[in-house]
């Protein structure tokens, strides 16, 4: 497209604010104004000219003319996609809120929402990617319902969802059909008209052909789209079109889906909501859980959290005002498996072993054993979780007192024993374990604790004579980080245990979440202790989650689960978590660790913010901190109101992160916390542009790069 500057044409010349990619960390912020020949609608898709590249950008929103000196020196848009539909104002309002809220450029936050290939792709291609879609509503979604009938519970709960505006949470035990609930929601949305649509959100990517083809049962293939990142970018492209023209009714997907353009979105699902996995790490540090609720808000869409654990957050604000909480979402109770009799009946018996009596340096108590080998004979499948991979997390030296020490990071190498290696966690750096003390000679160096190679090691040793009912030996599978790396060999080795064609399961969190393993009727934490004692607030919680989550695997299937375990060694068999655990009681759980957070001022009861700063010294990281916060201190002499919110905001001191130093670099924080959000939030807009000119000013030059992270998952 070409735009005429002639004098007579300037009457014609449309002036456009458009969001652009700009570069993470430029100061350039706000969307860059373009002209145009044609006056383009605010959601349009336009290839425009950004320093000497072309990119990809969209129309924010009509701009008055420019001063003549700037009008002159403004650039015109290259071109519109103007095949593909405008993206609609509650996307864009949803973009600006993540962008506004999470402390990032609004050209970042938009076109990261945008799947890549709408950069490369030109018109003619673009074209026979849209023909390939079909038209708006063109496949009603069948209903295949197979006349299930739904439990006292589901009923009830779906039908305080139809007749109320939510938010809800469906705080629903493991197998008391919080799927089928999503799914009789989902129908009753998409029958609101011919092109409503539902959003449906699991944590892990390894979950959704499990949901997919629940739902693809349900309601036909055709109707759903999958979005998620392990997508490649062809795939990724006719998902995000198939949702956006409104071919797909139901979207499925993981976090990056919920800034997917759905434009007549009727209901969002939010399942597992409590997972950590909803918050992104890196870039726009926006939880999908918490935007899904906004989206929800703007979009007229009602929104289900689910969890048999809520998140703390959830659980208080779902809590009725009258008994402390906040209110704001309605609650829904299915605490009954399908099939059983009772509360918790179906849910597999707690058993907590005194690791405190048995013989040190126990692995696997005996009692523990016994159990296992007794499942395995009669055909049944073990899953053993340890959160540690590896064999040994440090090898040492007794004599010298040498540690497997990373060069470039403040943590110990693991040592692996199956490539002899010792590797950093943290940086990637591997070598060869030495044969000797590298400090002092000593041939005889030794590990301390233990990773889920030496479980796996140690469990095939002692089930070494045990046989199948077959007269088989016994079948050992070990599933984390290390054992999957490599493209479908998590999905090859899930489907193995599915298939029953393992019999004990070692392996990370990574195996406790929602795989939904029929013949598993016994579970074993065999070392959670640690979460105990975190210096993270949030880390019960989680442990709690794990292991709620982790029994819940046991006895899904009610032929063979009659009487599944859930086995806890620990140290500390009276830990309050461990009773409530024993009880299923997550309520009463939920209840202290709130008590305790508001006692302490911790979320939900305060709102947190971190400043992170890296720099080749910890000194340099933490000044930067610092300076920033004294830097913010000095504003409120020229505005009250940035006066009245930094009132409202207590800085902590700039500390080193729990791994202080990362591949050599150094990383420090500083806490921001207030019991007022609009409060921070104008503190943390306050510090951007002092961010900004502190990382250009030659006395920070040692800075890498900083972040700021608005609620933060861990601290
Ligand atoms: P959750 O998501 O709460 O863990 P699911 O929705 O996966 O539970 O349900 C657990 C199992 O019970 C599934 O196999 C599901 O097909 C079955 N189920 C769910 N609702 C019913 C019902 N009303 N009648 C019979 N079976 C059901
Ligand atoms: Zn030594
Ligand atoms: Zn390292």
């Not at 003619?124 to 063109?138: D, E, F, I, N």
């Not at 089930?463 to 007269?471: D, I």
């Not at 009487?563 to 060694?569: E, F, I, L, R, T």
């Amino acid at each position: 497209m070409k735009v005429d500057c002639g004098p007579d044409a300037a009457a014609q010349t449309h002036w456009l604010a458009v969001a652009v990619p700009t570069p993470a960390h430029s100061s350039v912020a706000e969307p860059l104004t373009y002209r145009s020949a044609q006056p383009l609608p605010p959601g349009t898709l336009v290839r425009v000219p950004l320093g000497r590249r072309e990119v990809l950008g969209v129309v924010w929103c009509a701009q008055p003319p420019p001063p003549a000196a700037l009008a002159e020196r403004t650039r015109a848009i290259a071109g519109a996609l103007a095949d593909v539909p405008a993206l609609d104002a509650a996307w864009r309002a949803l973009v600006a809120f993540t962008a506004r809220y999470y402390q990032r450029a609004l050209g970042e936050v938009a076109l990261a929402a945008l799947p890549p290939q709408l950069r490369t792709l030109d018109a003619v291609q673009m074209a026979r990617r849209l023909k390939r879609a079909p038209a708006a509503g063109a496949d009603a979604p069948a209903h295949q319902s197979k006349t299930i009938a739904l439990t006292a519970e589901q009923t009830l709960a779906l039908a305080e969802i139809d007749q109320n505006p939510g938010p809800f949470l469906l705080f629903g035990a493991t197998g008391s059909g919080k799927t089928e609930v999503y799914m009789h929601a989902a129908q009753a949305a998409l029958a609101q008209g011919a092109a409503a649509q539902v959003l449906v959100l699991v944590p892990e990517i390894n979950l959704t052909p499990q949901l997919q083809a629940r739902f693809a049962e349900r309601f036909g293939a055709a109707a759903i789209a999958c979005l998620h990142s392990g997508l490649t970018p062809a795939q990724r492209l006719k998902a995000w079109l198939a949702a956006h023209t409104g071919q797909a009714r139901i979207v499925l997907g993981t976090r990056v889906a919920v800034l997917a353009s759905i434009p007549h979105l009727a209901l969002i699902v939010v399942d597992e909501e409590h997972d950590a996995s909803y918050k992104q790490q890196e870039g726009a540090r926006y939880s999908a859980r918490d935007l899904a609720l906004y989206r929800g808000h703007i979009s007229g869409a009602k929104v289900i959290l689910g969890s048999a654990t809520p998140s703390l957050e959830s659980w208080h604000a779902s809590a009725p005002v009258a008994e402390g909480g906040a209110g704001r979402y309605q609650r829904l109770a299915m605490t009954h498996r399908v099939g059983a009799a009772g509360e918790h009946a179906g849910l597999p018996r707690v058993l907590r072993v005194d690791m405190g009596r048995q013989p040190k340096g126990t692995l696997i108590a005996p009692p523990l054993l016994a159990a296992i080998t007794e499942r395995v004979a009669r055909g049944e499948q073990a899953l053993l979780l340890l959160n540690r991979r590896g064999w040994a997390p440090v090898l040492h030296c007794a004599d010298c007192g040498w540690k497997s020490e990373c060069p470039h990071c403040s943590a110990y190498r693991v040592f692996h024993k199956i490539d002899r290696t010792l590797r950093c966690h943290h940086c990637g750096l591997t070598e060869r374990v030495p044969r000797a003390c590298p400090a002092c000679g000593n041939l005889d160096i030794g590990t301390q604790g233990r990773g889920t190679e030496q479980l796996e090691e140690h469990i095939t040793e002692l089930l070494a004579g045990v046989q199948r009912p077959g007269g088989e030996a016994v079948r050992i599978a070990r599933i984390d980080a290390d054992s999957t790396r490599g493209k479908g060999r998590l999905e090859g080795a899930l489907a193995a245990v599915h298939a029953g064609d393992v019999d004990v399961l070692v392996g990370t969190q990574m195996i406790a979440k929602g795989h939904d393993f029929r013949r598993v009727t016994l579970v074993a934490a065999i070392n959670p202790d640690a979460a105990l004692f975190s210096s993270d607030f949030r880390a019960p919680e989680r442990l709690f989650a794990l292991l709620m989550q982790s029994a819940g695997r046991a006895g899904r299937d009610a032929a063979v689960g009659a009487d599944s375990q859930m086995w806890v060694q620990t140290q500390h068999p009276q830990h309050p978590l461990f009773v409530a655990l024993k009880a299923h009681d997550y309520p009463g759980f939920a209840a202290r660790q709130l008590a305790e957070r508001q006692q302490a001022g911790f979320p939900p009861f305060t709102h947190l913010a971190l400043l992170r700063a890296e720099a080749r010294s910890q000194d340099a990281a933490q000044a930067f901190l610092t300076a920033l916060a004294a830097q913010a201190a000095a504003l409120p002499a020229q505005d009250a109101a940035h006066a009245e919110a930094l009132a409202q905001v207590r800085w902590y001191p700039a500390v080193p992160l729990a791994v202080q130093r990362v591949a050599g670099i150094e990383r420090a924080q500083m806490l921001l916390e207030s019991p007022h959000r609009p409060a921070l939030q104008r503190v943390l807009a306050a510090c951007q542009p002092l961010l900004h000119a502190l990382r250009a000013a030659p006395a920070h030059r040692a800075i890498v790069r900083w972040a700021v992270d608005v609620d933060p998952q861990s601290l």
